[in-house]
């Protein structure tokens, strides 16, 4: 297991407070070790009228969650069931995967883990008219509530989860700062990013900026292109050995940074 001291590079996590455990362990496995800056935390919306709008959503013909966190946080708020009736879709893998361990035996998730890629799925194609369940948080995946709708389709958005911005840690911070080890950006939060360089001293920001940015979708690496980041690579999907994959690759072909 590599340590901050024997790593041979780095990736540098934009995740929430408390979610970069399964990250850190697959880093290092592959001789990399990870440094966290975390804008925000994630909170459970535990209030009548979070409960309210979840049996609502968990309602309709159609339920459709956002994120891993999204089954985590709407599962702390009530047991989740699916009728023979209803089909239920995950933005990706990892959000199936969550629905599974939670008792949902059939989920359908698209083989491109965003939202272009869920919009795709057939069994969004004939909306008009359907109720969709659509369990996320506010500012949630804003490119597919839009086209669920454009689609005319009737959300029942269930806000189960809360994103609490949390000031970047200090120790973090310096760390970036006298990091000389190959480092690259690991981005699957546009929202996540923004808040990242908006909260960075200039010089740290400008050092996150020289690294290589390792996009979890083509609408990412577009941001990091507007960001201000020059060496962007495409990731082949969000998963953590997707975005691993492409960062070992990325670091190797560079020299340290100076």
Not at 220 to 234: K, T
């Amino acid at each position: 297991m590599a340590s901050g001291k024997d790593a041979g590079w780095y990736v540098i996590s934009l995740r929430p407070q408390g979610a970069h455990d399964a990250l850190r362990r697959a880093a290092a496995r592959r001789g990399a070790a990870l440094l966290a800056l975390s804008p925000w935390r994630i909170a459970v919306r535990d209030d009548d009228d979070a409960r309210a709008a979840l049996a609502r959503a968990l309602d309709a013909g159609l339920v459709l969650f956002t994120s891993p966190a999204a089954v985590a946080a709407a599962a702390r708020l009530r047991p989740l069931q699916a009728r023979a009736d209803q089909i239920w879709l995950a933005v990706g893998s990892g959000t199936a995967r969550a629905l599974h361990r939670q008792g949902i035996p059939r989920v359908s998730a698209p083989a491109r883990m965003d939202s272009e890629g869920l919009l795709a799925l057939p069994e969004l194609q004939s909306i008009a008219g359907r109720r969709i369940g659509f369990v996320t948080a506010p500012s949630g995946r804003n490119v597919l509530a839009p086209g669920l709708e454009a689609r005319g389709a009737e959300l029942e958005r269930a806000d189960v989860y809360a994103r609490v911005d949390v000031p970047l840690s200090h120790r973090s911070v310096q760390a970036l700062d006298r990091l000389r080890a190959p480092a690259c950006v690991l981005i699957s939060s546009g929202g996540a990013l923004e808040r990242v360089m908006a909260h960075l001293p200039a010089e740290a920001r400008a050092k996150l900026l020289r690294m290589p940015a390792i996009a979890a979708s083509e609408r990412l690496a577009e941001q990091a292109a507007l960001g201000g980041f020059s060496r962007i690579v495409l990731a082949a999907g969000p998963r953590n050995s997707q975005l691993l994959d492409s960062a070992a690759s990325a670091v190797m072909r560079r020299d340290p940074l100076a």
